[in-house]
């Protein structure tokens, strides 16, 4: 635009010289400042001009030249600043791979002001502090990740939490990702990290409420989530017997998968925990239940443990196992017991016989010897207590 304005003048100066030169009436021209004057002849003004005019489009030009040379050196240091900041970051994470803390640290945060990426510098160079045992520091690089891309307040928590949950800071970990939750309660990490956050500190309550969402969001594998809830289950039902409360434990067994319930380990501990609240029937039930479909000595053992209100008929249901178990040493020693709750005294000495026939063990000995002495038979009784003292003491040793 400037160079067009300029060419104008410039014919409009041609031509009035041109003009000047054709009629020979050059005239004069007269400049005056305050009190004082000059008179030159009209070519010498116009002339005077068109130097003028040049002079200025020159210098104007020499100046835009020297602009864009300043621009383009600038843009020149920055581009270097701004490599070298991508190649510092390169370097510090490959020191951070070959486990070189402090020079990762050094390199991450070394041209982080010319970097195009902040937060990624300072979030890896606070991962770098923490390995190097230094809280402080990692804390003041997650700050300025915080700063550098407000925005990104989630990442960054989401990175000190992570940070502190591998550092043991549990509950802080914790604290931290409670405050994230309000803003993306489903995120499946954030989700992940918690459930172990709660497996450390051993709330397992909350950890048992948790198990649902873990395994919709698929926050982690099967596997661990599957231990978290097994292992959640088993302190919630101690907690609830602990407190002796029948109710909480009844309810939180209702809750657990069918695979839980259908798991001889874990439902024995279920009926074990309904045992110590004094309640033998709903022990009675669940045992029967799991029996009825699925086998295991233990559970048969414990079947036979029970105080039954009516052993007659706890007997029949022991005995129907047999079809399927005839020569199960634990289940003829149940149904011992049971037939002597049932004070059925010689069938009890049969399937005691019998138990002790197929595998000789304490336990059995001992239920014969107190038949026995029942039944006044006080040198066999005698016997089978020293036989089972001698079993006790080989299986201690």
Known sequence: MLAIVLLLLLALLGVTILYILLTREAGQAMLTY??????????????????????????????????????????????????????????????????????????????????????????????????????????????????????????????????????????????????????????????????????????????????????????????????????????????????????????????????????????RTYSNHLRALDNDAAAETVIRKFLDHKWSDELALDYGELTHSNPTKALATAEGWLGGHKENPHLLLTVGRLSKQAELWGKARTYLESAITIKPVAEAYGELAELLERLDDNDAAQECYRKGLDLAMTDNT
Request: net charge positive; with cysteine; hydrophobic share 40%.
């Open 34 to 267: 305050g009190d004082a004057a000059i008179e030159l002849p009209l070519e010498y003004f116009v002339f005077g001009l068109i130097l003028l005019f040049i002079s200025f489009y020159i210098t104007l030009r020499l100046l835009g030249w020297l602009w864009r040379a300043r621009t383009r050196l600038s843009e020149r240091s920055s581009r270097k600043r701004s490599e070298k900041a991508a190649n510092d970051i390169i370097k510090g994470m490959l020191e951070m791979s070959q486990g070189n803390w402090a020079k990762a640290d050094k390199l991450l945060t070394r041209s982080v002001n010319n970097s195009s990426t902040k937060i990624l510098n300072y979030l890896a160079a606070a991962r770098a502090a923490q390995k190097m045992g230094n809280n402080e520091k990692r804390d003041e690089y997650l700050r300025l990740a915080h700063e550098s891309a407000p925005n990104s307040e989630f990442a960054v928590g989401l990175t000190q939490a992570e940070l502190q949950y591998a550092q043991g800071q549990i509950e802080q970990s914790l604290a931290t990702l409670g405050h994230l939750r309000e803003s993306a309660p489903k995120h499946s990490y954030l989700l992940g990290l918690t459930a172990k956050c709660y497996n450390k500190l051993q709330d397992w309550k909350l950890l048992f409420n948790l198990v649902p969402d873990l395994r919709k969001t698929r926050a982690l594998p099967d596997s661990e989530v599957d231990q978290f809830e097994r292992a959640a289950l088993l302190g919630v039902l101690q907690q609830a017997a602990e407190h002796n409360n029948p109710g909480a434990l009844k309810d939180t067994w209702s809750l657990a998968n069918k695979t839980l319930q259908a798991d001889a380990e874990m439902l």
